[in-house]
């Protein structure tokens, strides 16, 4: 009964992972089709007043301009994040769905251990291959979550 009810609970996480992953995908490529996808706001580009450029320019002296503007031109502009940073700072549930795969993945290493002090003092068949593969997944599901808050933080 434990054996179906642990392998239970790792197909069902398994295709819960799944299908998450391919609905993600297919909000993707929907985004990237023609017509699909919200429809992004512009800015519009901000004015500045006639009294703060008058103001400006009459509290500095030409030699002093000149300085400020060779300094404000000697720092390069701050780039703007490539378009895979953007997409991957856009990923809102990756912590959480890394996290709830980790967790399932210690769930089934430590039903592992206690199958394997059963009567018979083996485990079933496939049941480690598929746990260790769950642990890979999970591996690579806590770098992408880490990537992400990067790209989040890149993209402030």
Same mark, same amino acid.
């Given at each position: ?30 985004? *990237? ?6 429809? %992004? +706001?512009?800015? !519009? &580009?901000?004015? =500045? ?13 030409? *030699? ?6 060779? %300094? +404000?031109?000697? !720092? &390069?502009?701050? =780039?703007e994040p490539w378009r895979i940073t953007r997409r991957l ?14 967790l399932t993945y210690l769930v089934a290493r430590l039903a592992?251990?206690?199958?394997s002090f059963r009567p018979p003092h083996n485990v079933p ?32």
């Amino acid at each position: 009964m434990t054996y179906l009810l642990v392998m239970g609970s790792l197909v069902l996480s398994v295709v819960f992972t799944l299908g998450w992953a391919l609905s993600r995908l297919l909000r993707w490529v929907a985004a *990237g089709l023609p017509g699909g996808g919200k429809p %992004k +706001a512009k800015r !519009k &580009p901000a004015r =500045r007043s006639g009294a703060t450029r008058q103001s400006g320019s009459s509290r500095t002296s030409r *030699g002093a301009g000149t300085k400020t503007a060779a %300094k +404000a031109s000697a !720092k &390069p502009p701050p =780039r703007e994040p490539w378009r895979i940073t953007r997409r991957l700072a856009e990923w809102r549930s990756s912590t959480a769905f890394a996290l709830v795969t980790a967790l399932t993945y210690l769930v089934a290493r430590l039903a592992e251990h206690g199958m394997s002090f059963r009567p018979p003092h083996n485990v079933p068949t496939g049941f480690t291959a598929l746990v260790a593969g769950f642990g890979w997944l999970a591996a690579g599901l806590i770098l992408l979550a880490l990537l992400h808050r990067l790209a989040v933080w890149r993209c402030r």
